[in-house]
C-alpha cells in the first residue's frame, strides 16, 4: 500500500465516522461516502478498518498504563493489591481511549452486532481486557473470559455515567465487591 493509498483509506475512514455521528442510530451511510465501497468492498470491512483503528488507540494506552510483555514479572494476575492496580490501570487505559476517540468507540458500539466478524473482532478486544485486567486467564474458556470482558467494561461505562456525582470508588474496588474471590 502506498501512502497515497494509506492516507486515502485514512480519508475515507474519517468521513465514513464523520457522517456516522450525525445519524441518530451511529450507522455508517456507506453507499454515500465516495471511494468507500472501491476501498473496502463492504460496510463490514469498513468496519473491521475502524476497528483496528480502535485497538491500535486502546493499546497504546493499556501498553501506557499496564508492563509491555517483556516485563514478565509483571504479568496480571499476582497478588490481590497488584491485581487492583492493573484493574485500575485497564480501567484509565480504556477512559483515555474512549475521552479522546469518542466517536470512533460510539460508532463501533451501535454497530458491533451487526456484521459477525466485527463482533468477533470486538469480543477479541473484551478478552484482551479481561486478561490484561489480570481479571481472567488467557487459558480459560474463550467465553467466560469475554464475559468477564464484557462485565468490565460495563462497570467503566456504569463508573463513566456516575463520574459526575463523586467518584471516590475505583473500580477495582466494586468489582471486589460483586466478586469477594476476584
Known sequence: MSWSDFHHRRDIMDR???EATRDEGARI???RIDGAREVFGTEEELLLALHHRWLQILTGHLRAEVAGPEDAEAVPGGESDEHSDHVDAVSRAWRR?????PALHAVLNANVERFPAVRR????EL?????TSGL???????????DVGAALVALLRHRQATTATRGVNTVGRW???????A
Do not use: Q
Request: charged share 25%; glycine share 6%.
Open 16 to 18: 465514513a465516522l464523520a
Open 97 to 101: 481511549a474512549v475521552g479522546r476517540h
Open 127 to 131: 478478552r484482551l481486557l479481561a486478561v
Open 136 to 146: 481472567a486467564g488467557p487459558h480459560e474458556p474463550e467465553d467466560e473470559v469475554t
Open 29 to 31: 451511510p456507506f453507499d
Open 175 to 181: 468489582l471486589r465487591r460483586l466478586a469477594p474471590s
Open 121 to 124: 473482532a470486538h469480543e477479541a
